[in-house]
């Protein structure tokens, strides 16, 4: 394949996510340059630019290697010249050029949003200072009948165990994120899959920026801290001390901080990412057992956002219908829609949204 077409043939699958990424940049100079902010790389212990892409290349070792491995097993043929061609053969099959710019295209447009949105979310107080947290604490407790709901939670779960289990999945989620974009962009064969997941966490990076831009909040853990003091420490309490220590040191001297301020609470996109992983595993049609942990893995996501105290009941309801939307506006924008209804589009070609190790041995390769 011509290799400028190969790109721009890609590119054209992640139109919407790199649309997204260039308005977020657009975004992220026009406050740095108005507001006299830096601008920063996101990553304090190794930079994304380097992360992402190991994480992604550690998944293709993971689509290759087993696969070489199996057809050794059967064939019985473990001399390095004859591993030599099975890696030629299997790499042939499951990483023609086509695939490799599907996968180039989404992990520069995917981490364009999120480099760009984390800065502008560290810029946001001082876009606009004013704290919705009271107005976000009313609404929760008309939603539970003049009750807070962390507190609600701390009395109907207790603040033993539970707090260490959901700290546990709170911190889970991080990983979950670059994890899921593995998987869109390396294992899946059904690239219009891949595209739509991909381009629905860079609207949801697009609307979360918006949010807190528009409604700036901390979250009940640092506007009510004494609701959340019967709590064990966890590792998620030194998180949540770490990164006010950060807002402090950022808005009191933002050039000088070397830090980005990650405060915001809403919409929580905790919930509204998980939202479009719950969706898009239904859309698509995974395998029932991942589809069916996604939705627990939301349910305790929900619970540990609200019982931790980073976010309102309100944030988790702004997440929920983030994550939906960004879901449909990406199917439409990816092609996967009939009329107005989002859907996966499969091309005739297409294997399915999986190809598992050692299919492709039993059947014609069936790639994009």
């Not at 992640?14 to 740095?32: E, K």
């Not at 502008?120 to 807070?148: C, Y």
């Not at 974009?181 to 629905?200: D, E, N, P, S, Y």
Request: one cysteine or more.
């Amino acid at each position: 394949m011509n290799t400028r077409y190969g790109f721009v043939r890609a590119a054209r699958q992640f139109g919407l996510a790199w649309a997204c990424g260039l308005l977020m940049a657009a975004l992220m100079v026009l406050i740095a340059a108005v507001q006299d902010l830096p601008i920063r790389d996101p990553d304090d212990v190794m930079p994304g630019y380097i992360q992402f892409p190991l994480i992604v290349l550690a998944a293709i070792a993971l689509d290759i290697v087993p696969r070489v491995a199996h057809r050794a097993r059967v064939r019985r043929s473990w001399r390095p010249r004859a591993l030599r061609g099975l890696l030629g053969e299997v790499v042939g099959e499951r990483w023609p050029a086509s695939h490799w710019w599907f996968a180039l295209n989404g992990l520069l447009a995917w981490y364009l949003c999120y480099a760009t949105f984390r800065n502008v979310k560290s810029m946001a107080p001082f876009v606009n200072p004013r704290e919705w947290d009271a107005t976000l604490a009313q609404i929760d407790r008309f939603l539970f009948a003049g009750h807070d709901p962390a507190a609600v939670m701390h009395a109907w779960f207790g603040t033993g165990f539970a707090a260490h289990l959901l700290s546990f999945v709170y911190v889970a989620w991080i990983a979950l994120v670059p994890v899921s974009i593995a998987i869109a962009l390396v294992w899946t064969r059904q690239t219009t899959a891949g595209a739509w997941f991909v381009t629905a966490l860079a609207v949801d990076w697009v609307l979360g920026a918006l949010l807190y831009l528009l409604v700036p909040t901390v979250g009940p853990i640092y506007s009510d801290p004494g609701m959340f003091d019967e709590l064990p420490r966890t590792y998620v309490t030194r998180l949540q001390e770490g990164m006010w220590d950060d807002r402090v040191a950022v808005l009191a001297d933002p050039r000088g901080a070397d830090a980005l301020q990650t405060i915001a609470a809403f919409a929580s996109l905790h919930v509204g990412i998980m939202v479009t992983i719950c969706l898009i595993a239904r859309l698509v049609a995974v395998p029932r057992w991942v589809e069916i942990s996604a939705w627990v893995f939301l349910a305790l996501t929900v619970l540990s956002t609200v019982y931790l105290g980073w976010h309102f009941a309100a944030d988790v309801v702004g997440g929920v219908a983030l994550g939906s939307f960004a879901v449909w506006l990406a199917g439409v924008a990816t092609g996967n829609r009939v009329g107005w209804r989002v859907r996966l589009v499969r091309p005739e070609q297409a294997a399915g949204p999986l190809d598992p190790v050692g299919a492709s041995d039993a059947r014609p390769s069936t790639l994009d």
